[in-house]
């Protein structure tokens, strides 16, 4: 069965620090992986995608993911972040032929001054 | 272009009264998701159409939860009869195709007292 799992539900950084946010997931093939934000009142926004190919992918505002089919993991990072990055963030998996959509418990990010 | 638009953003409700939930999809889109989203349960999916017919029904929301896609831009989601614990906040999304990116709505948040 089709599972993700984000091992931290809250992360505190420095503005200014790097940013990884772990997101592993379970399923036998290769999946479809998203990173989906989430502000206050607002719904979920696409930050970036990956389907096939170049295992890391650039996402809106500096965001990029790795994927590892190896780790079956698909960690988000960022250089530096900012304080307007304070968010919830999902990492979500599709499976090939399937309509579904699977979702983390999310990993809230704080982003101190 | 629009993005997924859901009415209204917030609703109160007596515990045992009905209550509907509106949302506009991306015009174009074929497929429509249904979600509620709790800090406990994350995401949880209410209701999955696809071309207007229902795909999937989220299993233990049958009871009380009902979606309806009347049009392919235009779909509801009746709650009846509302009790507390469905107080949380709903999130309509669509996508043109399955495993494609999915849009959200900015999500109803329902208080049911």
């Known amino acids: 069965a089709q599972s993700v799992t984000q091992p931290d539900a809250r992360v505190t950084v420095s503005e200014g620090a790097s940013l990884q946010l772990r997101c592993k997931y379970s399923?036998?093939?290769?999946?479809?992986l998203f990173w989906y934000v989430q502000y206050p009142r607002q719904g979920l926004q696409l930050l970036l995608k990956?389907?096939?190919?170049?295992?890391v992918v650039q996402g809106v505002n500096g965001f990029e993911a790795e994927f590892s089919k190896s780790n079956s993991s698909f960690h988000l990072r960022k250089a530096s972040v900012h304080w307007s990055d304070s968010a919830v963030y999902f990492c979500v998996l599709s499976a090939p032929g399937y309509q579904n959509f699977y979702f983390g418990k999310g990993t809230s990010l704080t982003v101190i001054p | 272009d629009a993005g997924v638009t859901q009415t209204p953003r917030h609703e109160v409700a007596e515990k045992g009264q009905t209550i509907i939930l509106k949302c506009e999809p991306v015009s174009g889109h074929n497929d429509l998701f249904w979600y509620r989203q709790t800090k406990i349960q994350g995401l949880e999916l209410l209701s999955y159409?696809?071309?207007?017919?229902?795909?999937?029904d989220g299993g233990a929301f049958k009871d009380r939860f009902k979606a309806e896609m009347l049009n392919s831009s235009f779909s509801t989601l009746k709650i009846q009869p509302t009790e507390p614990k469905d107080s949380a906040v709903y999130l309509c999304?669509?996508?043109?195709?399955?495993?494609?990116?999915?849009?959200f709505g900015k999500g109803t948040r329902l208080t049911v007292v």
């Open positions: 999304a669509s996508s043109f195709r399955g495993n494609t990116e999915v849009f």
């Open positions: 399923y036998s093939g290769t999946p479809y």
């Open positions: 990956y389907y096939s190919g170049d295992p």
């Open positions: 159409f696809r071309s207007k017919s229902l795909m999937e």
